[in-house]
């Protein structure tokens, strides 16, 4: 064995280390898709999910055990902030599988391809937050996102399912297009020598001027690529389709995970690789911010389903977390993290009550919660304290996401910006309080007896019920959270 | 430098190509195929700037874009083609269920 | 050492145990549980309150554990009882196990009856954080949490088509007072790094007189303008009168004894940064000044008897915002403690009225009814003569302190104030005579109406006690009395400091002022009587003959047909707009119809924007982009 080889065995090896979670996910998810599916009858597809769940709760482990370092040419890093954001893909995950059992099973649609793929997505996400190369962010990314257009598009029987994987196809696809244009560009401005954001990072201050132009609209389109990722105005467009479009389990997942990830490599881009050139992006950066905060909230106000309001109140909530981005620092990222983390509680728990509500692939309406009080007065208790949470109100957990995020804006001098912040987010008390009306201070609709369609199990209430306990009082456990907080670094 | 500048020229070319593409063509392959321009308008300037600077990372790096474009294509067309199935169509400005 | 926590937790298992399990319990658990859990904690703060008075510094602290903790921010889980809070939880506990057990005879027939006890703790629960919080972030964990309460349970008869929406009404005008609550914050935290109330105060009590301009300054006007929210000031007053769409022992509890009174408690709390911005103290003058006579006017031609006492309460908190602007802080909570007592007191005396006559709230339809309800009519009578001011009732002593400290700020607001109280008085004595002197009106309610069972009439009874007698705390020291309560709330009000919260220097024609405000309350309170003890006949000729101002005022000076036209539908109609412009005009618009006159210039350009919906996102993210670097390169 020559030279060049062993050593590109040896950095394999070393560098495997880093990526167990990976190796297991994909491992795991192959042997599911086959030959593990043979030997399982149609009607007994179900049983995946639980499957599915102990795969997550093992990958959980492993991310846990993982050992922080850099391997594979310092083209991927394990640290606090890889950890931290793996940890919360991976829990999001878990609860998006939990409540899919029993939707699938109400629409017949139960098959191995639907976890595998939300396994193999996985795989992208948990490398995309300990990407430090942009080669190895455009290539999670990409795993990622073409799993998820297929999830969207799940349910292909449904003119909307169709529908709305095409369209995010599309546009994710015009997306990712800039999005390494804008690295090649930025690639050609460091004169062709490096991807690894620690390099660029010294490289891309001192460019000459001429390159100033390539530098800059380069930074930009990566800005746009992440932006399309996290639905930012006015890259958010697909969202609400999607969303909408999607099975429902989905919508909860695409929410939360894929958010995260792209928040985590949003942190990790521009606040290690472009924090150098970072007057080429703040401004257009902060601009994106609070047009996501605005039309998110505003545009939210006249929806008559819950999927797309729920969807355009993602788009504003990342607004409000790319504060974190704007304000750089370490323990920015740390409340974005804490942020997804109560969001990621209080959405499941919104989009675990749809489902329950919802029982076919269908949107669920707005004014199907009248009344929703006297059917199911702890469902409807539960939504309550999910929207009062996603609107910040104290004490839930919301509350103490947004004042993490709100004053280390403040203190990073974005004052402007969390005005604009504390404005929104008493508009969206608006919209959320529409539906807290319907469910308390309206009589129920007339339905025909046995009409309504109930997905309602031991996993159902038990998510509705866990996640409505943590967002009442998940701020008790603030210490501890804070904590673990703390871990969330880069360094 | 001038050659570079000419790569990066036409790279732009083929970009802004791909990207009027997307825009304009309603059919919902050739959107996929415009795409598919975009990415190969970073591949010339990945390649090219590699070359000039005699590093390896742009070239290795084109060459997995070119591995995830198939990818991604096989996923795109299947979309079209359920679609099509649907619907009987592939005119992408037939997609109108979703709105608001 | 007293368990603190007890005192809000107990409240709280109480709603719980309501919410859970109220309806399977039945009314006897439910009454019991819900009255027994204020009523210990009513207990525990008694015995909190005297050991705080043995405590150094007059001042108990519990701190549980770090709530939140970063880089720079400390925001510890602690409970504090100093004289300041101490006097708010026993008002809050006193009177509300009062209410919680007027309400067992109120709501009895109500089927929600578990529901309304479930809000009524969590209220408490919520109200007790508010007062007892050692840090600005619990303080507003209660602060919001009481206005979720307030909303829950204005729009408890969701039966009714006003009730929801006067909910939702008082939920939005607050959100516009916590905004200003959390900008406040934000900025102080800005200025002291802090957000403890001691840590604040300590160093606010090494700033220098002059540090008043600038920050602090708009730092305590933006807490000002979240007490407006809570406490129903001008502008945002509008939610109060409304909220009584709620069932009555509500009404006496949350929107007249506690939860309004909480930006008053805010201010007091922070009294020494207040004292440090003058300009902030004069706008609060002025607008309580403001209210309290606005607010009384609209008063004097109501018809509905709660809508009267709804207005009164926002008259007579605008009085105490008149003492804290004139830096009378001791004068400002002297008049809450007061006030507590007599203005619960005609709101329970109006419940037991209107469950008398089966839900009849029109003044206009009763008469008469001093002989059937002879309990409610004398504790009621008594009520009123303490918020007119009469001596040496317990609204004489705190009022008449305010209106001299106004005197001492500037004579125009003393001259507000006394206007105020002469309409007060008006007013209280017409609602009196309209209610209980004169032929019935409504011959059919009058024949059914019965005195209310004892659990309704005992609590009236125990709040006559203190309407009557509470002003004794505070006899005034132009009286001969030492104004006890301000030496008892300064290590709360001046935290220590020398240039704290005193009321300034007492010289001024006291006993004159007084004679001046007393007479006339006392006339023009004989003329509201003389004018209806007779019926309505007097009344509707005086209105007769000003039928502008009589207009004027039934209709509440226009204000909320104001709100509609100029603000609300200008909201809806910019929300509307919005949605225009990004989906007619961006989408339709410039894909469709632009594309249409493009067309004809540019035949093969057609092409270019003639789209369906994903080429049309495609073209924003485009434009969008563009724009982006457009911002940039300018």
Redesign the interface.
Known sequence: MNGFAAGLWESLVSGSKLIWPQIFLTFAATVMLWPADLFVEKARKHVWAPITMVILALTGALIYLTEPGVGFSDMYKVDGLTKGFQALIVLAAFLAVMLSQKLLDALREQTVEYYALILFSLVGMLTLVGATDLMTVYFSIELMAICIYILVAYLRDQNRGVEAGLKYFLLGAFSSGILLYGMSLVFAAVGGVTTNLAELNRLLPVVPQSSSLLVFSGVLMVLVGLCFKVAAVPFHMWSPDAYEGAPTPITAFMATAPKAAAMGAFLRVFGTGFAGVSSDWMLPLSYVAGASMILGNIAAVRQQTMKRLLAYSSIAHAGYMLLGVLGKGVDNAQAVWLYLLTYLVMNTGAFAVVIILQGKGEGERIDDFRGLAKRRPFLAFAMMMFLLSLAGIPPLVGFFGKFYLFKLAVESGLTTLVVIALVTSAISAFYYLGVVNQMYFKEPADLPEGAEPEVLSTGMTLIVGVTCVLTLVGTLAGPWLVNTMFRITWI | MAT?NAV?FF?FLL?AI??AG?????N?LV??MS?E???N??????I??????G?V??Q??AL??MG?AA??VA??L???V??YR??DTV?????????? | MTPLWLIPVLPLLGSAFNGFFGKRAGKGVVSAVAVGTVALSFILSLVAFFAMQGAAGHRLEATYYEWMATGGLSVPFGLVVDPLSGTMMLVITGIGALIHLYSVGYMHEDEGYARFFCYLNLFVFFMLMLVMGSSLPLLFVGWEGVGLCSYLLIGFYFETDYAPAAGLKAFLFNRVGDLGVAIGMMALFGMFGTLTVSGILTQAGHLSPEAGWGLLTFATLMLFVGATGKSAQIPLYLWLPDAMAGPTPVSALIHAATMVTSGIYLICRLAPLFSLTPHTLTVIAWVGGATALFAATIGLVQRDIKKVLAYSTVSQLGYMFLGLGSAGYAAGFFHVFTHAWFKALLFLGAGSVIHAMHHEQDLFRMGGLKSKLPITFVTMLLATIAIMGFPPFSGFFSKDEILYLAYLKNPALWAIGVLGACCTSFYMWRLMALAFWGEPRDHHAFEHAHESPWTMTAPLAVLAVGAVFAGFWGIPKAFGGSFAIEGFLAPALTFGQSHGAHAGHHEGPAWLLAGISTTLGIASGAFGWWMYKDGLAKGEALGAKLPGLHVVLLNKYFVDEAVEAYLLRPVRWFGNLMWKLVDVILIDGIGVNLPGALTRVAGDFTALFQTGRVRNYALTMGLGALLLLYVFLK
């Not at chain 2, 308008?41 to 990945?46: E, F, M, S, T």
């Not at chain 2, 005119?91 to 608001?100: P, Q, S, T, V, Y």
């Open positions: 570079m990066l790279s970009f791909g990207c997307m825009l304009v063509r309603r919902a959107m996929l795409a321009l975009m990415l308008a970073a591949n010339l300037n990945l090219a700037f590699a070359r000039h600077s590093t990372t742009g290795a790096f997995l874009v995830f990818a991604e996923v795109g299947a979309l079209v359920a679609l649907r619907k005119n992408a400005d037939d997609l109108n269920l979703l709105k608001g």
